[in-house]
């Protein structure tokens, strides 16, 4: 499943997301330092692929000034989409035709169509993000950039690296794109204070023009919302394991909810492997 996650705040979302924005060039970094100027990755949003870093950042600083918010308050937020192997080795099938293992197998051309169908998402994803907070809110009256990345490291603290198959720091293998995405806290155009932080499911009010008003951002609807609209975007056929409300109920659920999806998951896969003989 797709997961959409929400990053804790520091210190350094209550000031210029400068700091945030120059950390996102690492992989570019890396591609110049490589002379594969081509595979670099810019900033977008919703309406433009191509955006400069000091750019990125002056578009969610400015959002944010002359809109009353207090000094101790988070000016910006982080967001990730996180895609699983499977569905981003269905994506570049699309737009390959063949198995892709990890990007440098695609050529320039395919590469740059892999990138554009991650973009088209993350875009179906700030729609998602704005309808969510229930408050006729559109992807129109918020500020965000976004960046696509490829590569992930392994940390100190993951199993290959403390059991000594992996050093930490080193490149992982497969197909590692993710999303990194800033947004800001404000309403473009209003005095409108929009937190992913302040979720509905615990509260039921939303801080507009200062006035206490029903609404919020219930975080679990926006995966429920991301994987629909990736399955729809991409025709992707989703199995029951792989399925955000399938997990929330294993975590989550009662115990005859979680024996009941089991057993599911159990004759899905057995159903499966039947086909799989079959053909």
Known sequence: MPVSIVHKTSGDNKGSCTKYGFYLNK???????????????????????????????DMIDTNAKGKGLRKNVDRYFTLTINLSEKELKHIAKLVSGKEIRDVKDLNQEEYKKYNQAIRSYSRKCMMNYAKNFNKNITYKDISWFAKVEHQRRYKG??????KGKEKSGAIKPGLQTHVHITVSRMHKYQRINLSPRTNARKSDKLTLNGIKR???????????????????????????EEKFETHRILKNGCIEEQIAMKSLIEKENQRDNINQISY
């Open 27 to 57: 992989e570019n970094q890396e591609y110049i330092k490589q002379n594969q100027h081509e595979r670099q990755q810019f900033f977008f949003n919703q309406d433009n692929d191509k955006i400069s870093t000091i750019k990125a950042i």
């Open 214 to 240: 029903s609404g919020g951002f219930d975080r679990s609807n926006w995966k429920q919302l991301n994987e629909d609209s990736f399955d729809k975007m991409f025709g992707y056929s989703r199995s029951l």
């Open 157 to 162: 603290y993951e199993d290959e690296v403390i």
